[in-house]
């Protein structure tokens, strides 16, 4: 996702912009930018593609200005070039925006706006808003009203940040799903995306909650609703401690990681997207084309999540490369007396590099002539040092002990993986791809917006903490998406729970069902559906209390599910990583209501490095 910073005080706002998007950049690498208000009415703005570092080169970091907004941008909504980067301007340049996450109606708000003469100059969704504002102004309004009418107007997630070239004293910021955190100082300001940019200026911090408006002045903040009535927010100290300061706010390192997960999922696609349609997916394998066409067969061998990760890249490889998959446990791979015939790619899934279990395996396949591929988050770990190629997940560091990011990070490579695969072997239709990589462009806004769940998720959690037994249902890639959730649960909060497919249910688990199970259901909008309400129908009818996953606008479970929640719609083959982020989240709740050690579940470790 993108990262956003903000200034107002009486230092140069140019270094402290550049510096604060420094320690961002791993939120956004496709461009950047910074708009600063010198106080005569106009704004310097200057944008580049690339890294940061191009920004930097192109600026003066002596600038005087002491109001200013930055961004580093990861581009869901049009290319990556200059024109599109933020800051985003009105056409009058009196309007400057920021923005992290998604407008789902922009193409009906420029519509709406060109047909009354505003002019739009980028490809992007962020655009429409410092139009929207600068419109409103036009017919009246005060800066700080047409600012909220605007962001009335918009339907998606969003933080954003605001100037008025007139108005040097003030900047308006909102949230809706991503964070923004604001920093409190002697006569200075800062707002950012992230608390780690704020430290070296300040350890007293506000974070913003879904649905405020701050209005920024070197004297503070004060935080308003959307209708305008004013609230107070807790301010916070941050401690020297850096392991505190590292949670950000977060109670435990696994809320912080699940939390993570739409920057992660940004740092996995980072250059492996590709800008022009038709380009090949740059993975960077050391195989050729003909190599990746020869292969017959792929052994996927894993441990734990990564099993799991595993069991939805099968169904993605069978899905787009049309290549025989089979997934198995690497503490039982070596045992069995694999076939690998030639033509067989082995890739081992590792979180860290390091799971004995599934070295052994991989060194077992290679002995037997496979080729080797290992999916790992950690450079120069064992598994990348052996293995004869390697993708990194770049998740980040995962201190919590049960897999998050890590895990979505797997599923995210491995889709990348398949169409890569898929090209190769000429299986994968364009328009499919295309449609697949805008998906991936999309996920880590999605994912933002289901953060902003985390209140309605903390409900289930108190109704359901007490309950025994777990059951979770899904049909085709959401069955391993089952499995993951009832492992989660288990891990953290020591409840017994079982992942099965839901077709599957009939054929056994269904003499567990009564009035006081619990049956986490999947139910996205895909070629199951059907097949799975009719399933849960078969759970309701025998008193199941039924808790449901369903693609936003689904109402099929109404009368059927006790409670449901609803999550964006997304292609069906991306659904995993998506549902599986609720799951986490209702995991971690009830183990913090249940008093469990989250970060360090009792019996286990991070990597397991013994059989």
Known sequence: MCGIVGYIGHQSAATLLLDGLQTLEYRGYDSAGIALAPGDGAFRVTRASGKLINLRNKMDAQDPATLGIGHTRWATHGRPTEENAHPHRSADGKIVAVHNGIFENFLELRKELQA?????????????????????????????????????????????????????????????????????????????????????????????????????????????????????????????????????????????????????????????????PGETIPLELPFSDEELKALQRIHIVACGTSWHAGLVGKFLIEQLARTAVEVDYASEYRYREPVIPEGTLIIGITQSGETADTLAAMKEAALRGARTLAICNVMGSTATRTAEASILTHAGPEIGVASTKAFTTQLAVLTLLALRIGEAKGTVNPAQKEELLQGLRELPAHLEHLNALEPQIMRWAQKYRDASDFLYLGRGPLYPIALEGALKLKEISYIHAEGYPAGEMKHGPIALIDKNLPVVALMPKDAHREKTLSNLQEAAARDGRILGLVTQGDHGLDGIAEDVLELPDVHPWLAPILYVLPLQLLSYHIAVLRGCDVDQPRNLAKSVTVE
């Not at 100059?121 to 700080?144: C, I």
């Not at 200075?188 to 608390?195: H, K, Q, R």
């Not at 350890?203 to 609230?231: H, K, M, N, P, Y």
């Open 116 to 276: 009354q003469g505003e002019i739009f100059s980028s490809e992007t969704d962020t655009e429409a808003f410092p139009v929207m504002v600068s419109h409103l102004m036009k017919a009246g309004l005060s800066f700080r009203d047409a600012f909220q009418q605007a962001l009335g107007r918009m339907e998606g997630i969003y933080a954003i940040a605001c100037l008025h070239a007139d108005d040097p004293d003030r900047l308006l910021a909102a949230r809706s799903g991503p964070p923004l955190v604001i920093g409190l100082g002697e006569g200075e300001t800062f707002l950012a995306s992230d608390v780690v940019p704020l430290l070296r200026h300040t350890r007293r911090v506000i974070f913003l909650e879904d649905g405020d408006i701050a209005e920024i002045t070197r004297a503070g903040a004060q935080i308003s609703r959307l209708d305008g009535s004013r609230v107070e927010r807790l301010e916070q100290h941050i401690p020297y401690d850096p392991v505190a300061a590292e949670k950000g706010g977060f109670k435990h390192f696994m809320q912080k990681e699940i939390f993570e997960q739409p920057q992660a999922i940004s740092n996995t696609l980072l250059n492996r997207l590709p800008i022009e």
